[in-house]
């Protein structure tokens, strides 16, 4: 079956700008993260969902970030006057259910650079 | 706070070659444990996890990692190195049982000598 899809795959922007980031997580699953990878850097957690809800946006870094879920399937992360320290590659992951025993499956990621 | 530290950025083991990734974390709770990898353009890929059941945790490609309390350690092993297991590896760990998002150490390069 399809996995955790996101797009763009890459998208190159100003300093300033508005960018939007999509996620359509595996059908069915209620979770929804998001992280944000830095070039030599591991995974840093953003946010997460269950269901429409988010459930903890602790890892938003400021107020520029938000993500959205309204029908709690797709997910969009939303970044207001981007930064050029924005640029890393966005990584989306959904499983089943919160909690461990539930698999986070990832997506390929959305390349964000920030000129 | 939890935290993760995966010691070495690189390691490299020839082929046929005893693979190990080290990683030690930091939880306040009795955490549950996850190695990912990450191959050239793609995905993370769960390898394995310990959530408190058996401390020698079995995942796929032939990978195990014993969880130490004593020595906060997950460290990763492989007998025998492929060359299909050059990759980058993710330690991570959670409090929350998942729940609340994970975290990831720095990552290991694992490079394979033919």
């Known amino acids: 079956g399809a996995g955790v899809s996101q797009t763009p795959s890459n998208k190159v922007t100003e300093k300033g700008k508005y960018v939007e980031l999509r996620c359509d997580p595996i059908?069915?699953?209620?979770?929804l993260y998001w992280y944000r990878q830095s070039l030599g850097q591991g995974p840093e957690f953003l946010i997460y969902?269950?269901?429409?809800?988010?459930?903890?946006d602790s890892g938003l870094p400021n107020d520029r970030f938000f993500a959205v879920r309204p029908e709690g399937s797709v997910s969009t992360l939303k970044i207001q006057r981007t930064e050029r320290g924005d640029s890393a590659v966005y990584l989306c992951a959904s499983s089943l259910d919160t909690g461990a025993l539930n698999e986070q499956f990832f997506g390929p990621g959305t390349r964000l650079t920030v000129l | 706070a939890q935290s993760v530290t995966q010691l070495g950025s690189h390691v490299s083991v020839s082929e046929g070659a005893l693979v190990l990734l080290r990683c030690n974390y930091s939880s306040s709770v009795p955490p549950y444990l996850f190695w990912y990898v990450q191959y050239p353009n793609q995905g993370l890929q769960l390898l394995l996890k310990y959530t408190s059941a058996a401390t020698l945790v079995k995942g796929i490609n032939g990978f195990e990692a014993e969880f130490k309390k004593s020595e906060t350690s997950f460290h990763l092993t492989k007998p025998s190195a492929h060359m299909s297991d050059a990759a980058e590896y993710f330690c991570?760990?959670?409090?929350?049982?998942?729940?609340?998002?994970?975290?990831f150490g720095k990552g290991t390069h694992l490079i394979i000598q033919p």
């Open positions: 991570a760990v959670s409090e929350g049982g998942g729940a609340d998002g994970l975290t």
């Open positions: 969902f269950q269901g429409t809800g988010a459930a903890d």
């Open positions: 059908s069915g699953h209620t979770a």
